[in-house]
């Protein structure tokens, strides 16, 4: 009896199926095709599955949306340290359209994901500061937390630096540096940086005469 069941064991093992390969077929063949090897790796203690899950049910991707579903997935994989699962357990914290609505458990929760180098959250942060959303204005934290997202590729953080450059908050105005850090987004069709270069006219500022000044003057590319 042992035995059979160690065969059956192994059988499964050698049958399972990676992340990368559910992944696949979610993308050839559609949600329903993968859902149920996702839970079954889910059930392994794959955060990557479980984040994946939460995704599903939170966007109703082929299925009826449940967001206490989504949020158990998004919570599981968290736990595990699935950064991008945290992000999106604060997305939710955000949403006064559900009984998880709570700004100060948000704020904690992007921190949390912040301080693990999350650059999504580190953007997240810097909103906060730049906007004066659930805790008070505080410039130069924005600041600090929009270059933290920007030298890890979050461009979006690159229109916020841009605007604080051209509006002077928290900082010296400099239309050259704003220019810098504007121009990459703008060309891209960045809605958001495309505001801020046609408010502040920043194509007359092609050259931050100050580049020197400062340990970030451009975006990382």
Wanted: charged residues 25%; contains cysteine; positive net charge.
């Amino acid at each position: 009896m042992k035995i059979a069941l160690l065969v059956i064991f192994l059988l499964n093992a050698l049958n399972a199926m990676t992340f990368e390969e559910v992944y696949t077929i979610k993308s050839i063949e559609g949600t329903m095709k993968a859902i149920g090897e996702y839970k079954k790796l889910a059930k392994q203690n794959d955060p990557k599955a479980m984040h994946e899950l939460g995704l599903i049910y939170l966007k109703g991707d082929g299925i009826a949306k449940n967001l206490n579903q989504a949020y158990e997935y998004f919570q599981k994989a968290s736990d595990l340290q699935n950064l991008e699962s945290t992000y999106m357990l604060g997305k939710i914290y955000l949403s006064n359209q559900t009984k998880y609505y709570n700004p100060k458990k948000a704020y904690n929760t992007f921190i949390d994901a912040s301080s693990k180098n999350h650059a999504k959250s580190q953007l997240m942060i810097g909103r906060f500061f730049l906007m004066g959303e659930i805790v008070d204005k505080d410039y130069e934290k924005a600041l600090y937390y929009f270059k933290l997202a920007s030298k890890q590729k979050e461009y979006d953080a690159n229109c916020y630096i841009a605007y604080m450059y051209a509006s002077g908050l928290g900082v010296f105005p400099n239309f050259g540096r704003a220019h810098n850090f504007a121009k990459a987004e703008y060309k891209n069709g960045n809605k958001l940086c495309i505001k801020i270069w046609n408010d502040y006219n920043l194509s007359k500022y092609p050259k931050d005469e100050g580049w020197k000044i400062g340990d970030y003057n451009e975006p990382i590319k």
